[in-house]
């Protein structure tokens, strides 16, 4: 059985930074895919960063220059580097695993990240 734990989330200043560590376990097939989405109150969730296998990333226009996804020297694992964090930043963190030869995307439970103006 698959799961996907995230890590890193709290309460931190306008200007501050956090890291947001995610790790998949459970498949024995390397991960083709990994994504960070978020979901403030009353809003739809929505995609922060993506990261292939191969290295090619994708980040939302609200986060380009300020975040930056990677991967981790583990199997499946990434992490969110998040700069200059705005108030409007504020929300839970959801990391999303797609792996080879699988269908279906695997979610964790998300963690929650506070940015205080």
């Known amino acids: 059985q698959v799961h996907v734990v995230e890590s890193g989330g709290g309460l931190v200043q306008a200007g501050g930074s956090l890291r947001l560590s995610c790790a998949a376990s459970?498949?024995?097939?390397?991960?083709?895919?990994m994504s960070w989405y978020r979901q403030a109150p009353g809003k739809l969730r929505e995609l922060v960063a993506s990261?292939?296998?191969?290295?090619?990333?994708t980040h939302a226009d609200s986060v380009e220059g300020r975040f930056t996804i990677s991967r981790g020297s583990a199997k499946n694992t990434v992490y969110l580097q998040m700069n200059s964090l705005k108030p409007e930043d504020t929300a839970v963190y959801y990391c999303?695993?797609?792996?080879?030869?699988?269908?279906?995307?695997?979610w964790g439970q998300g963690t929650q990240v506070t940015v205080s103006s």
């Open positions: 999303k695993a797609r792996f080879f030869y699988t269908t279906g995307d695997y």
């Open positions: 459970g498949s024995i097939f390397s991960m083709s895919a």
């Open positions: 990261i292939t296998s191969a290295g090619d990333t």
